[in-house]
């Protein structure tokens, strides 16, 4: 409770030096009521004002009881004329603060606690000058109170867009943070089959055809290492600032000829055909576009094995259509690690408003087309 009451250091100087300006006015007025109750109440209505932030209700509410009992016992802070300076200069920081830093409804019945007290202040002084009151009322509590309204209005607004920025900054982190994930779960699946597959072919014929098990070991050998670059290239936005990253032109559409030719090397049967005239696409559908068809191929080689697969592209006036179809005996793909790459796969086409259809053909294999469009 002591920690939430501690005062802002600039509030308690404003605190204190108006303390001392009515102080001040009042031994110096030297008017018949500068007497304890006006010292009294001059140090009452200034001094809450170092807590002006934390409860600026009831710095308020100290001030409109202030009012009528100084008034009552004598006192002269409201009923000069024209009344002390610094008394007024309180109410201006009372009522702005309120208006700043309570909320809607303990604002306005601060308000008019407020304006209630300095009225019955004026009535219980015998001093009663409606007009001039009516005056200083606007003055010293609706005038400040307003202008700490709009001070608020504009505070409230700038930290709703500071949390909107906040949250844009959020969702893009774990935007980026996915499609890394994708990246490294495409890239090491297709590398590590591919590897499996290479030291598979290279043990069956170490024994008894050593050159070309040595030509499978320097394809394992050159599999890894564009494995380990394109992890590298895909983890190189996390590095700090300061480092430079190993980035390169992420693979493309460009880049299916020689994933094809990656595949046939390793015993999948794959044939590439194209339908309409390349066009250029947006750098996200075609990064994309490439990584579907190369998950959409690995997960043939560990659900069908080295079977006939055909890679259709089709440039369609609004979409770019993909199909991987295998020869397989239609596995679904959604045993142990697989359903990731389906859902990586759908997440990218969503990703640009397309869809993606991923079903067995009774009898002939497994089937997975993507739908993305394009602009015209």
């Given amino acids: 409770m002591l920690a939430r009451l501690r005062t802002n250091p600039m509030d308690a100087l404003v605190a204190l030096a108006t303390a001392v300006v009515v102080e001040l006015e009042i031994v110096l ?8 109750a006006s010292l009294v109440a001059g140090l009452a209505i200034s001094v809450p004002l170092a807590w002006r932030r934390l409860v600026p209700l009831e710095v308020v509410l100290v001030y409109a009881v202030v009012g009528p009992l100084q008034g009552l016992l004598g006192g002269e802070l409201f009923s000069g004329d024209p009344p002390l300076a610094g008394a007024l200069a309180a109410g201006v920081v009372a009522f702005y603060s309120l208006a700043a830093y309570a909320p809607d409804r303990r604002a306005t019945a601060g308000l008019l606690a407020g304006v209630a007290g300095m009225w019955a202040g004026v009535f219980a002084s015998d001093a009663v000058d409606v007009q001039s009151f009516v005056f200083s009322a606007g003055l010293i509590g609706l005038a400040p109170w307003l202008a700490g309204r709009a001070t608020r209005a504009r505070r409230l607004r700038s930290e709703a867009l500071e949390r909107e920025r906040d949250q844009r900054a959020r969702a893009a982190a774990s935007e980026e943070r996915q499609r890394i994930a994708r990246e490294l779960h495409d890239v090491v699946a297709h590398g590590v089959v591919l590897m499996v597959l290479q030291a598979q072919g290279a043990r069956r014929i170490l024994d008894h055809d050593r050159d070309r098990a040595r ?3 320097e394809a394992i050998e050159e599999t890894g290492q ?3 670059a394109e992890i590298r290239r895909s983890l190189g936005v996390l590095r700090d600032d300061s480092a430079p990253a190993e980035l390169a032109p992420q693979r493309s559409l460009d880049d299916l000829g020689a994933l094809v030719d990656e595949m046939r090397e390793v015993g999948l049967q794959v044939d590439l055909r194209v339908r309409g005239p390349r066009r250029e696409l947006r750098d996200g559908i075609d990064r994309s576009a490439y990584r579907i068809v190369q998950e959409a191929l690995t997960n043939t080689i560990k659900h069908a094995g080295l ?7 089709s440039y369609e006036p609004d979409s770019l259509v993909l199909e991987v179809a295998d020869e397989g005996g239609g596995a679904t793909g959604d045993g142990a690690g697989a359903g990731q790459g389906l859902a990586g796969m759908r997440e990218r086409v969503r990703l640009h408003g397309g869809e993606l259809d991923a079903h067995p053909v009774a009898g002939r294999g497994f089937v997975v087309r993507a739908r993305i469009p394009v602009a015209a």
């Avoid at 007025?29 to 304890?36: C, H, I, R, S, V």
């Avoid at 079977?307 to 592209?313: A, Y």
């Fill in 29 to 36: 007025g030297g008017e018949p009521g500068a007497g304890a």
């Fill in 215 to 217: 030509e499978a070991l």
């Fill in 226 to 228: 564009t494995a380990l």
């Fill in 307 to 313: 079977v006939p697969t055909h890679v259709t592209v």
